[in-house]
């Protein structure tokens, strides 16, 4: 099961372009509401999520994604649940996505030590000994990162890649009529 974690202040498009692209592509995944069902977007948007945080299971995480926006990286790094479960990811080596403002939680955790990895310019300071790249998508290891919300359909793309490989990958990319 993938992840999607949604705060309220969270980058719209890039909560929902990833869980559409992944949809498209047959995979499994359950938006996590902070706290609520119902999350406000950065944009005013509400989101209607499929579960909130106090019904995850850990153990049924196979790949964990964290939007971007402000507050809500604050908001998402500020929860205990969605800590529990980006650490539960990076001790099983399993998918991580983090877009925008996002990759600054993985940073904060020592998470991008070593690795490259990209993110809303102004937020690679908190990378610790991780090196920014300035790239649209970043992929190290497990972890993809994404620049920011023009970056969100390049980002949700990579997941799948990585989930389902690069067939379904074109195959979805060739459906939804992406310009080559």
Request: hydrophobic share 35%; net charge negative.
């Given at each position: 099961?993938?992840?999607?974690?949604l705060?309220?202040?969270?980058?719209?498009?890039?909560?929902?372009?990833?869980?559409?692209?992944?949809r498209?592509?047959?995979v499994?995944?359950?938006?996590?509401?902070?706290?609520?069902?119902?999350?406000?977007?950065?944009?005013?948007?509400?989101?209607?999520?499929?579960?909130?945080?106090?019904?995850?299971?850990?153990?049924?995480?196979?790949?964990?994604v964290?939007?971007?926006?402000?507050?809500?990286?604050?908001?998402?790094?500020?929860?205990?649940?969605?800590?529990?479960?980006?650490?539960?990811?990076?001790?099983?080596?399993?998918?991580?996505?983090?877009?925008?403002?996002?990759?600054?939680?993985?940073?904060?955790?020592?998470?991008?030590?070593?690795?490259k990895?990209?993110?809303?310019?102004?937020?690679?300071?908190?990378?610790?000994?991780g090196?920014y790249?300035?790239?649209?998508?970043?992929?190290?290891?497990?972890?993809?990162?994404?620049?920011?919300?023009?970056?969100?359909?390049?980002?949700?793309?990579?997941?799948?890649?990585n989930?389902?490989?690069?067939?379904?990958?074109?195959k979805?990319?060739?459906?939804?009529?992406?310009p080559?």
């Open positions: 099961m993938v992840y999607v974690f705060a309220d202040g969270c980058e719209e498009v890039e909560a929902i372009t990833p869980v559409d692209i992944l498209r592509g047959g499994t995944v359950t938006t996590v509401g902070v706290g609520s069902k119902s999350i406000t977007g950065s944009h005013g948007i509400v989101i209607n999520t499929d579960i909130s945080t106090s019904d995850l299971v850990l153990e049924d995480i196979d790949a964990v964290l939007p971007g926006g402000m507050p809500g990286t604050l908001n998402l790094e500020n929860d205990q649940t969605v800590q529990s479960a980006i650490k539960y990811a990076y001790n099983k080596k399993l998918l991580i996505g983090a877009i925008c403002a996002a990759p600054s939680i993985l940073g904060h955790m020592g998470y991008l030590d070593g690795k990895a990209t993110c809303y310019p102004g937020f690679e300071d908190s990378f610790g000994k090196e790249t300035g790239e649209t998508v970043t992929q190290c290891g497990n972890i993809v990162t994404g620049k920011g919300p023009g970056a969100a359909v390049c980002f949700g793309f990579a997941l799948l890649k989930i389902k490989g690069e067939e379904i990958m074109n979805v990319y060739g459906e939804m009529q992406c080559k």
